[in-house]
């Protein structure tokens, strides 16, 4: 049975191996999204390995009710389909602050968040990268800013690639 076990293991081992891919160094473009305002978030992702990276989004809503500004920090892994087109997973978190004025009610906060990530991405031969992906976020302390404690974030980004 342990032999059965190693024996799994290893041909796991070599099939995201052979599947590992050199993914970009650096990535900065846009992350536009509808999540509770934070439609358009300024993304940098970096190259950690040949097949790991981060990603670090930067979001703000300015409204004539409400203001408020997120910072989201992933690790992703990522794994190649077919040539430029990867798909890939990760877990992180962030913080933000928010304030609102509504009908002369006014509060404000801060808030945390643990997220999850999904998304297929292609990296054209030129320096562009599309991406789709799917980022559930689960607000630890925002009982005044969010009703349910849980934003499902969808977005597109556009990267543009470099070294």
Not at 62 to 79: H, R, T
Not at 122 to 130: A, H
């Amino acid at each position: 049975m342990k032999k059965v076990i190693l024996s799994t293991f290893m041909l796991f081992g070599i099939a995201f191996s052979s599947q590992a891919q050199d993914i970009s160094k650096n990535a900065i473009g846009l992350r536009l999204g509808d999540n509770d305002g934070f439609g358009t978030e300024i993304s940098y992702q970096r190259g950690l390995s040949a097949n790991n990276r981060l990603e670090l989004d930067l979001g703000w809503r300015n409204s004539k009710e409400v203001d408020a500004i997120k910072l989201a920090g992933l690790y992703q892994w990522v794994w190649n389909i077919d040539k430029g087109f990867n798909w890939y997973a990760g877990a992180g978190g962030g913080i933000g602050s928010w304030s609102y004025s509504i009908n002369g009610q006014k509060d404000n906060g801060t808030f945390l968040f643990i997220a999850g990530d999904l998304g297929i991405e292609y990296n054209f031969d030129f320096p562009l990268q599309l991406s789709l992906d799917i980022r559930p976020e689960i607000y630890l302390n925002s009982n005044d800013y969010r009703e349910n404690n849980f934003g499902p974030d969808l977005a597109l980004g556009v990267r543009y690639k470099f070294d």
